[in-house]
């Protein structure tokens, strides 16, 4: 006996889709056709809903231990739940003490074992001092290695100078892990910012101008150079711009191992909207100009970018109410709208197909960092999965927000395709508003 029958969903894989059902047992899925004439103790009638893999979210911050009162593992996984995300890869930097050596690594960990809804794994952090780390960091088990190559905005989180990236890739490419960089120029961006501020900028306008699309050009130049002479697999995270798509792609297409990953904010909001909405949009690199939204849909339909991370970044709201547009926290907080803002904005109102998205937010994430089970729904794979109503219209609340402080910049906005019910390993962990924590 099966543990789960879902019958007659629209399963959607990146090379198949279909009309099916799927049994599920011991976590796995077990058995797929069509009509399946089995007995399970549970059966699940999706007729009318769309199954996807569970999206695999490999850019949250969940800053606990040390700062759970920006966002917990709790909250912020009950908020991942309820978008549909199965697994997520925490950074390493929002904690405290940031997950820069073993013992660290240990303590977050066992936190995500006792309050994790879904599969959690961590980034180890990069930073100047710590490459003696690396390969112990690598054997207890981080998904990858992150830096900064701009400021963090945590005093203990240091941006990596050249000569520590270089060295740290040469060893992260003997370990066969990955590094992720938030590339934006340090140089540019420090020393715009002394000048802005040396004349008394204050404003949102004034921010924006101190972090320029070639602040992030240069930078993702330079982590390709190194990170090809060093035979390095490089992550560039958070790409806001189509020039800075292009080279990535252009890179990969010449062979270099890297993929680049964009957020749903650079697909959605621009610069206008951050005049609108404040402190609430700022983040790093920034919401760019209208028309470079436009110019990331179009990069996303040529396959110039890979993956799609929510950079899912909370923080208490007084951290975002300042007259000093300098001084508010930048992060947005998007982990729960991933999905469904995909759905809007890509699949009905660009007509991008259901394959793509599950490529972008599960396929490709699995395979580049070596999640075989995981990204798929065909015999054998994990039983992560997310059934999704697309007839489904609904308007955003922050009452059916479950992170923290639900600063969520989508609240508000009409959407289409809702996520009904969220199973990790073979377990429904939420359900159209509800959980299971059992």
Known sequence: MYDTLIRQAQVVNVLNSFTGDVALLNGKIAAIGENLMVDAREIIDADGLTLLPGLIDPHVHLNEPGRADWEGIESGTRALAAGGVTTFFDMPLNSSPPVTSVAAFKAKQALIAQKSLINGYLWGGLVPGNLDELEAL??????????????????????????????????????????????????????????????????????????????????????????????????????????????????????????????????????????????????????????????????????????????????????????????????????????????????FERGMPLSTIVAMTSARVAGYFNLPNKGRIQLGADADLVLVDLAARYTLTKKMLFDRHKQNPYAGRKLRGKVIRTIVGGRTVYKEGKFSDG
């Open 138 to 347: 690598h054997a207890a088990g981080v998904i990858g290695f992150k830096a900064f190559m701009s400021n963090s905005g945590i005093d203990e989180f240091p941006a990596v100078d050249d000569l520590t990236l270089w060295r740290s890739m040469q060893i992260i490419a003997e370990l066969g892990s990955v590094l992720a960089v938030h590339a934006e120029s340090e140089t540019i961006t420090a020393a715009l910012t002394r000048e802005a501020r040396a004349l008394g900028a204050t404003s949102a306008v004034d921010w924006l101008e101190t972090r320029p699309i070639i602040a992030e050009l240069e930078a993702v130049q330079r982590a390709l150079i190194l990170a090809d002479e060093a035979d390095c697999r490089l992550y560039v995270v958070h790409i806001s711009s189509a020039d800075c798509a292009n080279l990535v792609h252009s890179s990969l297409m010449a062979g270099q191992r890297v993929i680049g990953e964009t957020c749903p904010h650079y697909l959605t909001f621009s610069s206008v909207d951050l005049m609108q909405h404040g402190a609430l949009l700022k983040c790093a690199p920034p919401l760019r100009d209208p028309e470079e939204v436009e110019s990331m849909w179009l990069a996303l339909q040529q396959g110039w970018l890979q993956t799609i991370g929510s950079d899912h970044s909370p923080c208490p709201p007084e951290m975002k109410q300042t007259d000093d547009f300098f001084d508010a926290w930048g992060g947005i907080s998007g982990g729960q709208s991933t999905l469904s803002v995909l759905l809007t904005e890509g699949h």
